[in-house]
């Protein structure tokens, strides 16, 4: 079956401006989680949707949001960028809920999007 | 708020050898715990997750996970290293109480030598 997808791959914007990161799930799965890996900070949880809801977030300003289609495809969007969201953007989807689910509930990751901001 | 340590930023094993990479972790509520791969070049992997039984968790690639709860520590395990396990390992945390959102770990780097 076809894996996550991210697009695009690769970014470069310049402070001030906004960026919109597109996330495809796998068929079949209802949620997507976002994640944030930089080399200071490591890998931070951002937020996740499921069913088109917001179900959890993590502790980022309000710059960063997102959302869910109902075909499950999910968008994170950045506005006003900073140097500091130069980043590598990942994002899981898994049939449930990624903290929760059943034992053999596998959460899956895509390639992600390389942000770098200038 | 919920924590995870990872106190080794490298591991350096055998090839062979058993492997043990190390996750403690604090959090309200019951934990739900997990394993992640990264290889180079290459995006994260599930590696296996302990939500709720048996302490001793398989996953994949012949690797395993034993949950501790007084010790609080879910310890990523391999009996036999293969160079192709290196990479970088992290450990992420969840809970059943609030609203459930996954830490992670700092992440080891997990070399395997010839």
Known sequence: KAGVTQTPRYLIKTRGQQVTLSCSPISGHRSVSWYQQTPGQGLQFLFEYFSETQRNKGNFPGRFSGRQFSNSRSEMNVSTLELGDSALYLCASSKGLAGVGTSTDTQYFGPGTRLTVL | ?114
């Open chain 2, 1 to 114: 708020a919920q924590s995870v340590a990872q106190p080794e930023d490298q591991v350096n094993v055998a090839e062979g050898n058993p492997l043990t990479v190390k996750c403690t972790y604090s959090v309200s509520g019951n934990p739900y715990l997990f394993w992640y791969v990264q290889y180079p070049n290459r995006g994260l992997q599930f590696l296996l997750k302990y939500i709720t039984g048996d302490n001793l968790v398989k996953g994949s690639y012949g690797f395993e996970a034993e949950f501790n709860k007084s010790q609080t520590s879910f310890h990523l395990k391999k009996p036999s290293a293969l160079v192709s396990d290196s990479a970088l390992y992290f450990c992420a945390v969840s809970s059943s109480g609030g609203y459930q959102k996954v830490t992670f770990g700092t992440g080891t780097k997990l070399q395997v030598i010839p």
